[in-house]
């Protein structure tokens, strides 16, 4: 029997199937970084009856975000599938065209080359700043005040993002993180801020319903560890004493994860697996039938899709039934308008 199409259980909710929507940045929202409604038909077209999808890209740092999250999470809920929304904070990432013309902010200042997208188009990165022991208390809240516009949205959960060299990201891995007080210098400083923002989601919205995604073998950004096996291990270990609904993990499988330090073994998730609890959901290019054998090992419990989720719409459908995949278009991923967005079609449907 398919172990993809067994029923999961992730915090309270029992989902009918093992087979997620990853969180993917599509850059449609509006100017004001308010959530269009043509993502709400986006993510409505790929709810599923017992399905989890999960969100990334436009903005929850106001409160007038939040009409246009509530027409998506209404949408997931219509089909009957359950949302987490992912909450991220670029970081050093960002650029000055994007922050009012503030330097981004970072644990420490780390010079790195690297591109940022703009609404010029993907532009070298502007220089950062280290943010002072004030200024990290209030990003904090940050975390916590966006969970708590999500709850008012109507989402089932909410998702840390400290993947892919991001903000948090950041904080939790030694070479970008060189900071002497208390969120620098050994692992345990260094994870604090992880695990400070994850307990601020969780005063909002309870265990059990957050979960956090880690890259532990990533280098987009730039980001690296001199010894990730140690890092992630601590993280992992502490984030399991939280009871969180899952834990997310970016297999060393894909571009941007894939170029491993000198000396350095990826860290995945077979690695991570006997310190973590709780369900575990893996991503990294997974297909069909990678996403049963990993499941099959119990190395991880659910399996993430993006770049397939953006073409067929109904996935879950055509993995239970070995149908054709639609090629994903990836000239369409960042940006556009409702072509190669909305207008795939079910298998078998006319466009």
């Known amino acids: 029997m398919s172990k993809l199409f067994s029923p999961m259980k992730i ?3 029992t989902l009918a199937h093992r087979v997620v929507h990853a969180p993917v940045t599509r850059l449609r929202a509006e100017a004001d970084d308010s959530p269009s409604p043509m993502m709400a038909t986006y993510y409505g077209q790929r709810a599923s009856e017992g399905g989890l999808i999960y969100l990334g890209g436009p903005g ?21 599938g359950k949302i987490f929304m992912q909450i991220a904070h670029d970081g ?3 650029h000055m065209d994007l922050t009012g013309g503030t330097p981004p902010v ?3 200042e780390v010079p790195f080359e690297g591109l940022s997208l703009t609404r010029k188009g993907w532009v070298p990165v502007t220089m950062h700043r280290a943010v002072n022991l004030a200024e990290i208390a209030l990003l904090v809240d940050s975390f916590r005040t966006s969970a708590e516009r999500a709850l008012r949205a109507g989402f089932d959960g909410v998702e840390l993002h400290s993947a892919n060299g991001y903000l948090v990201d950041t904080f939790l891995q030694d070479g970008t993180n060189k900071r002497g007080d208390a969120y620098g210098g050994t692992v345990e400083k260094r994870a604090r801020f992880l695990l400070e923002a994850a307990q601020a989601m969780i005063g909002v919205f309870g265990a059990d319903r957050v979960g956090v995604r880690l890259s532990p073998s990533g280098k987009w950004g730039a980001i ?11 993280a992992v270990q502490q984030l399991d004493r939280l009871g969180l609904a899952y834990l997310h993990l970016i297999e060393p ?3 941007g994860v894939e170029t491993i330090a000198e000396g350095q073994a990826p860290v995945a998730a077979a690695e991570l697996r006997p310190y973590f609890s709780g369900p575990i959901i893996a991503a990294g290019g997974f297909d069909g039938a ?4 990993i499941l099959q090992t119990g190395d991880a419990d659910l399996v993430a899709f993006g770049r397939h989720f953006t073409s ?17 278009r990836r000239d369409a991923f960042w940006g556009g308008g409702e072509a190669d967005y909305t207008d795939f079609p079910p298998y078998g449907q006319a466009a």
């Open 253 to 255: 499988r894909v571009m």
């Open 60 to 80: 929850i740092y106001e409160d007038e975000h939040i009409a246009g999250w509530k027409r998506i999470a209404d949408a997931v809920h219509a089909k009957g």
């Open 224 to 234: 690296s560890d001199s010894d990730p096996s140690t890092t992630f291990r601590y």
């Open 106 to 108: 970072a644990p420490s």
């Open 11 to 13: 915090g309270p909710y």
């Open 312 to 328: 067929n719409p109904d996935l879950p459908e055509r993995l239970r039934r070995q149908l054709p995949l639609t090629p994903y």
């Open 92 to 94: 050093r990432q960002s």
């Open 290 to 293: 990678g996403a049963e054998a």
